[in-house]
T-cell receptor, first 119, second 110 residues
């Protein structure tokens, strides 16, 4: 099956620092990856769509200068939370699809998530 | 934005019982998917049902889709303690991004 690796799984940082989260597709190429944010006991909120070789598409209300996304290769997308503040504390999850034809292209494979705590 | 709304929000049952979760959505879809999330982990794809399908089975899972009512249900039969997790429905929008519902938290006690 398709495997998506997300690192780190947990990070604690001081307010004002930047944190980088990596998302890798291990056994397939992903031209598109997605970044979600999840608050406790709530659903996943799509933050942005990361496209290999081009700028990410951000959802309404998501600050692109705050959440920098880079999709430098077909297997790696990174999310950098810049100048993190306590309100950025959350669970961040990435996903990728195989992009093959038919309805299966809509199946997403998720990383294990990163729990960010900003002190 | 959120597309789906699941109910109930929380469900507690005994092992061996069946668990039914429902999902409603607002706009037209190409397909609907169900995912499972263990606490503090990523999501795992369970099953996908196309808009022209009415019912689909996978092991102990049974999914129905009623496009006229814009609703879907997930039935887990003969539940086990290991089924304890949150379950989300997800629908596709333009492109391949998924929009998730609020989820149902299932607790199965032995």
């Amino acid at each position: 099956g398709a495997v998506v690796s997300q690192h780190p799984s947990r990070v604690i940082c001081k307010s004002g620092t930047s944190v980088k989260i990596e998302c890798r597709s291990l056994d397939f190429q992903a031209t598109t990856m997605f970044w979600y944010r999840q608050f406790p006991k709530q659903s996943l909120m799509l933050m942005a769509t990361s496209n290999e070789g081009s700028k990410a598409t951000y959802e309404q209300g998501v600050e692109k200068d705050k959440f920098l996304i880079n999709h430098a290769s077909l297997t790696l997308s990174t999310l950098t939370v810049t100048s993190a503040h306590p309100e950025d504390s959350s669970f961040y999850i990435c996903s990728a699809g195989r992009g093959v034809g038919g309805p299966a292209k809509n199946i997403q494979y998720f990383g294990a998530g990163t729990r960010l705590s900003v002190l | 934005s959120q597309q789906g709304e699941e109910d109930p929000q929380a469900l507690s049952i005994q092992e061996g019982e069946n668990a039914t979760m429902n999902c409603s959505y607002k706009t037209s879809i190409n397909n609907l998917q169900w995912y499972r999330q263990n606490s503090g982990r990523g999501l795992v794809h369970l099953i996908l049902i196309r808009s022209n399908e009415r019912e689909k089975h996978s092991g102990r899972l049974r999914v129905t889709l009623d496009t006229s009512k814009k609703s879907s249900s997930l039935l887990i039969t003969a539940s086990r303690a290991a089924d304890t997790a949150s379950y989300f429905c997800a629908t596709d929008q333009a492109g391949t991004a998924l929009i998730f519902g609020k989820g149902t938290t299932l607790s199965v006690s032995s």
